[in-house]
């Protein structure tokens, strides 16, 4: 099969794949210890797993009344305070429009002041969480965003769509707030798009009013629960089923459901049979103890190996087990294009992010090469995290980039 013959059939089958995903919650046992899970499958495969804190709700997205406790000048940043001991890094240069809870002539930062601050990363490996003065409060069609009066729209949207919803959204703009227009939001009326920032508006106007009335350190605003937040972006038809085996979450799931996605009420099930489990059944921990692993076999008997490090992620693609008649330029290519299926799969569900660098097996057709980075880049544009191919170096290398916001999966399961 020729290189341009691969490229089609590949996009054509990635038309048919939606429609059929399951979003799971559940707990699972890690080291003794009970820990809230979700994970969203697709086509019958985990797509995405994540696991909550052990100590409790995470802190991104919360906001908080944060102190400034030191200037580095040198790096243009500042370390604002959110809690005793907690430091947060913040950078000066993208957060222009700072909210103090005392109002000051100078916006400029100095030691001591109080200010709104939203977590918008957590803490990763050795840095501290990255704390910004620009406020996000997301719905499921719109993000309302202090500071800046922008109007953005999603990437993924056609241009005819966008063109429709930039219309309509333009005269939704404030004085003091921006709008991001997501992915979700193709084909909803200006009326549900209206009431949806309605409820936004109100959440950002209350938060201002409360946090400039609260102490330091307060907690004004708290994130919704992670499973909750990951529901609320996932396409209304990327998924129809919502189950969990947890009564205690099937209760918080119907609450927000009911208040902000009535649409998706009718998926949401309560999983109640003792045997087989909703583990068993969807082979919930298989799925976790196989992302956590170094290698992952192939189909056709090649493997990947994802090493992270501290700088970067690295992953080696070997031929492995492979025994197929194929002459060596095609047998390359063969697993090569199924490894780049794969490593697009395990960089959403390891949540790894950072700077990737992928060895592939080294192939000398240039047709061949235009063939991998085609099906490649099309596999990245599925991940909802923002995921860019930056290119092929002259050593054959793979540089890859995705945007971090939280832990990688072996962190969070293992901090």
């Given at each position: 099969?020729?290189?341009?013959?691969?490229?089609?059939?590949?996009?054509?089958?990635?038309?048919?794949?939606?429609?059929?995903?399951?979003?799971?919650?559940?707990?699972?046992?890690?080291?003794?210890?009970?820990?809230?899970?979700?994970?969203?499958?697709?086509?019958?495969?985990?797509?995405?797993?994540?696991?909550?804190?052990?100590?409790?709700?995470?802190?991104?997205?919360?906001?908080?009344?944060?102190?400034?406790?030191?200037?580095?000048?040198?790096?243009?940043?500042?370390?604002?305070?959110?809690?005793?001991?907690?430091?947060?890094?913040?950078?000066?240069?993208?957060?222009?429009?700072?909210?103090?809870?005392?109002?000051?002539?100078?916006?400029?930062?100095?030691?001591?002041d109080e200010l709104l601050v939203q977590v918008s990363r957590e803490a990763v490996k050795t840095k501290a969480p990255t704390v910004s003065a620009n406020?996000?409060?997301?719905?499921?069609?719109?993000?309302?965003?202090?500071?800046?009066?922008?109007?953005?729209?999603?990437?993924?949207?056609?241009?005819?769509?966008?063109?429709?919803?930039?219309?309509?959204?333009?005269?939704?703009?404030?004085?003091?707030?921006?709008?991001?227009?997501?992915?979700?939001?193709?084909?909803?009326?200006?009326?549900?798009?209206?009431?949806?920032?309605?409820?936004?508006?109100?959440?950002?106007?209350?938060?201002?009013?409360?946090?400039?009335?609260?102490?330091?350190?307060?907690?004004?605003?708290?994130?919704?629960?992670?499973?909750?937040?990951?529901?609320r972006g996932l396409r209304a038809d990327s998924f129809e089923k919502i189950v969990t085996d947890c009564a205690d979450i099937h209760r918080e799931l119907?609450?927000?459901?009911?208040?902000?996605?009535?649409?998706?009420?009718?998926?949401?099930?309560?999983?109640?049979?003792?045997?087989?489990?909703?583990?068993?059944?969807?082979?919930?921990?298989?799925?976790?103890?196989?992302?956590?692993?170094?290698?992952?076999?192939?189909?056709?008997?090649?493997?990947?190996?994802?090493?992270?490090?501290?700088?970067?992620?690295?992953?080696?693609?070997?031929?492995?087990?492979?025994?197929?008649?194929?002459?060596?330029?095609?047998?390359?290519?063969?697993?090569?294009?199924?490894?780049?299926?794969?490593?697009?799969?395990?960089?959403?569900?390891?949540?790894?992010?950072?700077?990737?660098?992928?060895?592939?097996?080294?192939?000398?057709?240039?047709?061949?090469?235009?063939?991998?980075?085609?099906?490649?880049?099309?596999?990245?544009?599925?991940?909802?995290?923002?995921?860019?191919?930056?290119?092929?170096?002259?050593?054959?290398?793979?540089?890859?980039?995705?945007?971090?916001?939280?832990?990688?999966?072996?962190?969070?399961?293992?901090?």
């Open positions: 099969m020729e290189p341009t013959e691969i490229i089609a059939n590949h996009i054509a089958s990635q038309a048919g794949q939606q429609g059929d995903g399951v979003f799971l919650v559940s707990r699972l046992d890690f080291r003794g210890q009970k820990r809230a899970v979700y994970a969203f499958y697709e086509n019958g495969h985990a797509a995405e797993l994540s696991c909550l804190p052990a100590g409790g709700a995470s802190i991104l997205g919360n906001i908080y009344v944060g102190k400034v406790k030191n200037i580095a000048a040198n790096i243009n940043a500042a370390f604002i305070e959110i809690a005793d001991g907690q430091l947060c890094y913040y950078a000066l240069n993208d957060n222009e429009t700072p909210i103090f809870t005392v109002p000051k002539k100078k916006k400029a930062l100095v030691a001591g406020l996000n409060f997301a719905g499921k069609y719109l993000v309302l965003t202090s500071g800046k009066r922008h109007l953005g729209l999603s990437s993924k949207l056609s241009l005819e769509e966008k063109e429709r919803l930039r219309a309509i959204t333009e005269p939704f703009l404030g004085e003091d707030f921006g709008l991001i227009v997501r992915t979700n939001a193709a084909g909803v009326s200006e009326e549900e798009l209206k009431e949806e920032l309605t409820q936004l508006t109100g959440n950002y106007r209350r938060t201002l009013d409360t946090g400039r009335n609260q102490t330091c350190f307060s907690l004004v605003y708290r994130e919704p629960s992670a499973y909750t937040t990951r529901l119907n609450v927000y459901l009911t208040a902000h996605q009535p649409e998706d009420l009718p998926k949401l099930s309560f999983y109640e049979k003792a045997a087989p489990s909703l583990d068993s059944v969807y082979g919930l921990s298989k799925a976790f103890d196989e992302a956590l692993k170094e290698r992952v076999w192939l189909k056709s008997g090649g493997y990947l190996i994802i090493q992270p490090t501290e700088a970067l992620t690295v992953v080696d693609v070997n031929t492995g087990k492979y025994t197929g008649k194929q002459k060596r330029s095609d047998t390359f290519l063969k697993i090569n294009l199924e490894a780049a299926r794969e490593l697009a799969r395990q960089l959403r569900l390891r949540n790894l992010s950072g700077i990737i660098v992928a060895d592939f097996i080294d192939m000398e057709r240039e047709e061949d090469k235009r063939a991998l980075m085609a099906v490649l880049a099309s596999e990245l544009k599925q991940d909802p995290i923002k995921t860019t191919l930056v290119d092929m170096t002259p050593l054959g290398l793979v540089e890859i980039t995705r945007k971090k916001v939280q832990k990688t999966l072996a962190e969070q399961v293992n901090g």
